[in-house]
């Protein structure tokens, strides 16, 4: 209960990023965000069809506890590979872009290794 007279104080001041407001690490941050908009576009789409659980069930190949899971947002129980696996059996289409932070502190991948990393995801996504 606020007494009267005093004046509104913020308990926390945020930087913009829940995830880095939740003390997260940097990857653990990263990994938070491109779940969780993997699965906002997901809900977005199971919305636009009208889906029920039970077609779910059968269009994303997942046991029903899955798509509950889904639904219900925890994202802590699906990996980004999992997640985009879902998009995909929904139609949706994923797009990854890598930026530099600017700190200069990494090195530019090799053009092999590039094409190696890039095989992996794509097979990942097919999956």
Do not use: C, W
Request: hydrophobic letters at 35%.
């Amino acid at each position: 209960m606020r007494k009267e007279g005093m004046a509104s104080k913020a308990s926390h001041i945020t930087t913009g990023n829940v995830f880095d407001d939740l003390g997260l690490d940097p990857g653990e941050a990263l990994e938070a965000k491109i779940k969780s908009d993997i699965l906002r576009a997901i809900l977005n789409r199971i919305e636009q069809s009208g889906y029920t659980q039970s077609d779910l069930v059968d269009h994303l190949k997942v046991h029903q506890p899955d798509v509950s899971n889904l639904l219900n947002g925890k994202i802590s129980r699906f990996s980004v590979t999992k997640l985009i696996q879902l998009a995909a059996r929904l139609d949706l289409h994923a797009q990854v872009k890598i930026t530099s932070t600017g700190t200069g502190r990494h090195r530019k991948m090799s053009p092999e290794r590039e094409k190696h990393v890039r095989r992996g995801v794509e097979a990942a996504i097919r999956a």
